[in-house]
């Protein structure tokens, strides 16, 4: 099956610097990889996803980057926030595996004020 | 976008009791739903895999007798903790796709903190 290993497991970065997370996947044929984030106590919510056919996608300050080949996927949190403050969660899945996630082991990200 | 719903949030229970824990897709259909476990400071682990009118998928290492999981309906899926024991606490969380959709984007249910006495 599919294995999914994210790195750091902690960041913390100061208020406006970057934040940068990587994931790494097991099965070729994954061609979904959505990003969630975690409040304490509180379920996961979708900030990104990206799928195979597309190398990277942005949405505000936050963005996500694919290499197929090498079977790596990024998180790049830019002007980080307090309120960015979460534990981050990436995942692989494809269809033909009634997209069940394979979920890395997550980033706890701290932004200081 | 799409709610999933999961009841209750909280429950404290005596052990070896059961609790039934609710898992509603309120505005779409669910023909596949899964359980997750989430132990603190660590990631979601699949339990397994409810599938709308037959049995569930589970993974390994977790036992069918212990997790039972009926998914009669196409927004019902329900998880019973059967002779629950204190290493049964954790936060259970289901999640759901939109069937018609089919993006692959999964809704999660609010999730539900279980405390075994």
């Known amino acids: 099956g599919e294995n999914v290993e994210q790195h750091p497991s902690t960041l913390s970065v100061q208020e406006g610097d970057s934040a940068v997370i990587k994931c790494t996947y097991s099965d070729s044929a994954s061609n979904y990889f959505p990003w969630y984030k975690q409040e304490l106590g509180k379920r996961p919510q979708l900030i990104i996803d990206i799928r195979s056919n597309v190398g990277e996608k942005k949405d505000q300050r936050i963005a996500v980057t694919l290499n197929k080949t090498a079977k790596h996927f990024s998180l790049h949190i830019t002007e980080t926030q307090p309120e960015d403050s979460a534990v981050y969660f990436c995942?692989?899945?494809?269809?033909?595996?009634?997209?069940?996630?394979?979920f890395g082991a997550g980033t706890t990200v701290t932004v200081r004020a | 976008g799409a709610v999933v719903s999961q009841h209750p949030s909280r429950v404290i229970c005596k052990s070896g009791t059961s609790v039934k824990i609710e898992c509603r897709s309120l505005d779409f259909q669910a023909t596949t739903m899964f359980w997750y476990r989430q132990f603190p400071k660590q990631s979601l682990m699949l339990m397994a895999t409810s599938n709308e009118g037959s049995k569930a998928t589970y993974e390994q290492g977790v036992e069918k007798d212990k997790f039972l999981i009926n998914h009669a309906s196409l927004t019902l899926s329900t998880l019973t903790v059967t002779s629950a024991h204190p290493e049964d606490s954790s936060f259970y969380i289901c999640s759901a796709t939109d069937t018609g959709l089919a993006t692959g984007e999964l809704f999660f249910g609010e999730g539900s903190r279980l405390t075994v006495l």
């Open positions: 995942a692989a899945t494809r269809r033909s595996n009634d997209y069940k996630l394979s």
